[in-house]
């Protein structure tokens, strides 16, 4: 057995610690993972932004306009001081504006134009009785939802009734996502606890 096994094994024990009570042993390995996940963090960054879009255009390619972005970046680092902080607004009012300028169409079509796509695409396949349930209960399902988050009407009638129904569909999407988020989470569990006693131990064969 590797060295690199009985580190894995204990740091997964250290973290499991905390079941019982926070200890010492739970705080070296959040400490740990932490510091470093942040020094990865950073050496990617280094790797994926500042030699190929800095230290390759200013000195190997002679791109002197680089420096423009450059300096904004630089003056997006005097919002660490209270004093200096409003050099930094140029830089941060182009971002923003940038930002907010590309994020609103993708947003437009992730959020808007394709679900309004995935409500109507279902009545364009109805070739049979399921589909056709699938293709109502998707429109119920949206009107519905709409309806409990439009408060602009009292929620009273057939508004009311409306409401109503999209708690329910609500509720069942709100079930599902937490199940799924459970079942992720023990299939974690399931496969440290497997490392643990098939890796580590030896009292599984895991094929």
């Known amino acids: 057995m ?11 024990l250290a973290i499991y610690s905390f079941l019982y009570k926070d200890n010492p042993f739970y705080k070296f390995a959040e400490h740990l993972l932490v510091g470093v996940s942040v020094g ?8 994926d932004t500042v030699v190929p879009k800095i230290i390759d255009p200013l000195f190997v390619r002679h791109d002197w306009l680089i420096i423009i ?8 680092f005097f919002r660490f001081s209270s004093k200096f902080s409003w050099v930094s607004r140029p830089a941060l009012a182009l971002l923003i504006g940038f930002g907010a300028g590309v994020a609103i169409p993708s947003i437009m079509q992730s959020y808007i134009l394709s ?9 364009t396949n109805i ?6 349930i699938n293709a109502v209960l998707i429109f119920v399902g949206l009107i519905c ?10 929620h009273e009638g057939t508004v009311g009734v409306a409401a109503k129904i999209g708690i329910y569909f609500l509720m ?9 988020t459970v079942m992720a989470r023990i ?21």
């Open 172 to 180: 069942i999407y709100f079930g599902a996502t937490f199940g799924f």
């Open 127 to 132: 070739n049979s009785l399921g589909t056709t």
């Open 2 to 12: 590797d060295v690199g096994t009985w580190i894995a094994a204990l740091l997964t």
């Open 40 to 47: 990865f963090l950073i050496v990617i960054a280094y790797m």
């Open 145 to 154: 939802t709409l309806m409990y988050f439009y408060f602009s009407k009292k």
């Open 115 to 123: 679900q309004m796509r995935a409500t109507i695409s279902p009545f």
């Open 69 to 76: 972005p450059i300096v904004l970046g630089f003056l997006m």
């Open 187 to 207: 299939s974690l569990l399931i496969g440290r606890v497997g490392f643990l006693l098939s890796d580590w131990l030896g009292l599984l064969k895991i094929s």
